[in-house]
């Protein structure tokens, strides 16, 4: 089920959870390309000024003044008690992010109906929430559908369901009463936010936000209170002096005592079923102490290479999509440990692995080796072109590192990455292939 795998795929960068983390659960978007930085090591420390100068000047003195930000935080509660109170609201939202000469856009289309019933269509997954259920058709798997009681509302359920699910649509938090926050205004890609000012022009009120990596734009209806627009330009953590990433979100809403079509989602022939295990493919799911399955998997510069033919070197095998956020951010930090194991001296193999993306073969192919030799690593990639590898291991989330012991036993399994973090992910790894390598008592 590739395209649910890909709601477990998260971005810090490009999410607008815009609830506060105490007030609900705190999510991150899917599926945006959004490369990291080539290197994890940065250049001198760019200023605000430099980073986000576009936007800032935007604002004048007036716009900044405590008077203009007073009336910032004015407007941010109205923001929260508009989205709440609207009798309906259907929302198409276009969000593009920016970086290098990479642009990726996803599009949203959210409906807010009377009290909790609400539906969300992103690219491969409808969810609905009605009449007290929520139900889940994704494009895979393709003969049924997913339906649980709702806990809350439709976000909560989804965070109960998939604790690490998220979806860029703040719209659905703040109708369940969820605050705005800095960090969200701020796409929760800058590091400290405050807001620094706001401008009114004719109809739309922009307010300013500022952190020490960057600064964000959000234009909201003066009239509605509903979000219109949002741009944010930062320099990504550990980024080198002149990286700087741009997103952008708008907002298309129209407001209706009653929604224009009832809220529904096709099922055609699927069956439905009440539990996230019968919904979720049936796949082995390997664990540290087991023999992991025999592999092989041509790199993205056409060498063969087999598990079998790297007995007695631990093997560290990245898993990554060219949709996840997270796995790009984290794709500098698996070459800095990977360029640490060449110097070691030490019989250690690092390899990314691209899996569980769309498309033929060589449509996956382009889009992975396309993002891949712009960056530059030191380590090669291979190709799990019929996603066969990634599902005789049971690997549901991304991204995924195996370390396997120089006996073909998997040592040890980490997924995900933590952005707060990155240093944590080499040393990580560092301890785990020291481990692996250690004699077997």
């Known amino acids: 089920m590739k395209r649910l795998t890909l709601a477990l795929c998260l971005s810090l960068v490009t999410a607008a959870a815009l609830a506060t983390p105490a007030a609900g659960p705190r999510r991150q978007s899917p599926p945006a390309q959004v490369p990291p930085a080539a290197t994890p090591e940065g250049g001198a420390a760019q200023t605000v000024d430099q980073i986000a100068g576009e936007i800032l000047g935007q604002f004048d003195a007036t716009s900044r003044s405590d008077a203009s930000i007073a009336k910032a935080n004015t407007l941010i509660a109205e923001i929260a008690k508009a ?4 009798p309906t609201l259907t929302d198409t939202m276009t969000l593009t992010v920016r970086s290098l000469d990479n642009v990726s856009t996803e ?51 989804l965070a109960a369901l998939l604790p690490n699910f998220g979806t860029p649509v703040t719209i659905l938090d703040l109708r369940a009463g969820r605050p705005v926050t800095t960090e969200g205004l701020g796409l929760l890609a ?55 990433m741009e997103v952008t979100v708008s907002h298309q809403s129209v407001v209706a005592d009653a929604v224009s079509a009832p809220l ?3 099922l055609g022939d699927r069956r439905i079923v009440t539990s996230i295990e019968e919904y979720m493919p049936t796949m ?8 992991v399955p025999a592999w092989t998997m041509r790199s993205i510069d056409g060498t063969t290479v087999s ?6 070197s631990v093997v560290v095998l990245d898993f990554w999509a060219s949709y996840c956020a997270p796995c790009k951010r984290a794709m500098p930090y698996i070459d800095e440990f990977a360029k640490w194991a060449a110097q070691s001296g030490k019989p250690i193999r690092v390899f990314a692995v691209n899996t569980l993306e769309s498309g033929d073969a060589a449509a996956r192919v382009a889009e992975a080796s396309g993002w891949w030799h712009s960056q530059r690593f030191s380590f090669p990639c291979l190709m799990d072109i019929d996603d066969g590898v990634s599902e005789s291991m049971g690997i549901r989330v991304l991204p995924t590192t ?40």
């Open 83 to 86: 989205y709440r109170e609207v």
């Open 107 to 157: 599009t949203f289309a959210v409906a807010l109906g009377k009290g909790t019933d609400a539906r969300l269509a992103m690219p491969g997954v409808t969810m609905l929430a009605l009449d007290g259920q929520v139900t889940v058709v994704a494009d895979e798997p393709s003969d049924r559908a997913l339906r649980v009681p709702m806990k809350g509302d439709l976000m909560a359920t």
């Open 264 to 266: 529904s989602v096709h």
């Open 284 to 291: 082995p799911v390997i664990a540290p102490g087991q023999v």
């Open 190 to 244: 800058l590091r400290s936010p405050r807001i620094a000012g706001l401008k009114e022009v004719g109809g739309t009120s922009t307010l300013l936000v500022m952190g020490e990596n960057g600064a964000s734009m959000v234009s909201v209806d003066s009239g509605s209170k509903l979000f219109t627009a949002s741009r944010v330009l930062f320099a990504p953590p550990d980024a080198p002096a002149g990286f700087v």
């Open 307 to 312: 598990l079998a033919d790297l007995k007695g």
């Open 402 to 441: 195996l370390i396997i012991g120089p006996d073909g036993v998997l040592s040890a399994m980490h997924r995900s990455f933590d952005p707060a973090h990155p240093g944590q992910t080499v040393e990580a790894l560092k301890e785990a292939v020291e481990k692996a390598l250690a004699p077997k008592s």
